[in-house]
């Protein structure tokens, strides 16, 4: 009774592998091949590329959208209280109270190390 289990299991999971190989070894033999040089620069529009083709970010780019992310996701939480809070009583409102101070927690550890503070390079 087991071992039919495992069977079904192991058919799903050989063809989770073989399909995916078996579908871009297909598609190398019948897609056409014309290297030319062109075709490995860097696209800017039909302009010519100036300069590399990858630079470094400033990693305040990525934690001003990790916090907007952040404070973004948990502001989603905050539409079905307010919706629901006639119904959801005193319980809920201590709740969502405590949550919104680990939110203000998060916020004034951020802004305490700096993170929120723009500065050019």
């Known amino acids: ?28 033999w019948l897609r056409p091949s014309k290297p030319i040089d062109e ?5 800017e529009s039909g302009n010519e590329p100036v300069g590399e083709g990858q630079i470094r970010f400033n990693i305040r780019y990525y934690l001003f959208a990790l916090m907007f992310v952040i404070f973004d996701v948990e502001t989603v939480f905050l539409y079905p209280w307010a919706v629901a ?3 959801l009583g005193l319980f809920a409102l201590i709740e969502m109270c405590i949550f919104v101070a680990l939110l203000a927690i998060g916020l004034i550890y ?3 190390k700096k993170v929120l503070q723009w500065t050019s390079v």
């Open 110 to 112: 951020a802004w305490k």
């Open 85 to 87: 809070f006639d119904k």
């Open 1 to 28: 009774m087991y071992t039919n289990n495992y069977v079904i299991v192991a058919v799903f999971l050989g063809l989770g592998v073989f399909l995916p190989i078996a579908a871009l070894t297909i598609g190398k």
């Open 39 to 43: 075709k490995y620069t860097t696209y």
